[in-house]
Each structure stands twice: as C-alpha cells, then as structure tokens.
C-alpha cells in the first residue's frame, strides 16, 4: 500500500506559478512511477504528467509541455509538479498517482484544488 497527500494547491492568477507537493507513505515509493492526473469541473479526470521510478523518463500531456515539470526526490518520498504559466484551463482538482507508466493509477491521492483567475 501506497499513502499520498498532495500539497500546494491555491489560487494563483493567469500566468503565475504554483508548485505542487505529494508526499508518499508506505511500502517502496521508489518503486512506483509516479503521476499527476487533474479533473477541471463537470469533467472526466485526465491525465496530466508522469515521472519513471529513476527520474529518468517524464511525460507529459501536450497541454502543459514545456509549462509544467514533474520530478521527485526519492530520499524525501516526494513528487513534485511545478506549474509555470499558468491558464484559466489548468484549474481542477490535481491528484497525485503511483502505479506503473505511462500512466500511473495505482494509487490515488485525495486531490488539490488549483484555481486560475483571470
């Protein structure tokens, strides 16, 4: 099993940042690919950004790339996903994954609430 609480979230205006925090729990977080999935309102949740076990390999959803970093540090037990121009479409609930890639869905955070405001 496999905690995670996300961090980070708020309310930023278009065009600023926010960096976004999960901290993982439980048995072998190095292990896992990590991933970042968001569902904006009355939508599907979709998948946004996934790092491999080594940091090695990212992906990412064409919407945020070369917007959005997703990394993590294995000594803390931490993801990260720093979010850098942001737009009024990026506000959703942001939850932190870990399972396997290209899209980790293994395990699920309880979800942070990014807000864009114009």
């Known amino acids: 099993q496999v905690q995670l609480v996300e961090s980070g979230g708020g309310l930023v205006q278009a065009g600023g940042s926010l960096r976004l925090s999960c901290a993982a729990s439980?048995?072998?977080?190095?292990?896992?690919?990590m991933g970042w999935f968001r569902q904006a309102p009355g939508k599907e949740r979709k998948f946004v950004a996934a790092?491999?076990?080594?940091?090695?390999?990212?992906y990412y959803v064409d919407s945020v790339k070369g917007r959005f970093t997703i990394s993590r540090d294995n000594a803390k037990n931490t993801v990260y996903l720093q979010m850098n121009s942001l737009k009024l479409e990026d506000t959703a609930v942001y939850y932190c994954?870990?399972?396997?890639?290209?899209?980790?869905?293994?395990?699920w955070g309880q979800g942070t609430q990014v807000t864009v405001s114009s």
């Open positions: 994954t870990a399972g396997s890639l290209p899209t980790p869905r293994g395990y």
């Open positions: 790092i491999s076990w080594s940091g090695s390999y990212t």
């Open positions: 439980g048995h072998m977080f190095s292990n896992y690919a």
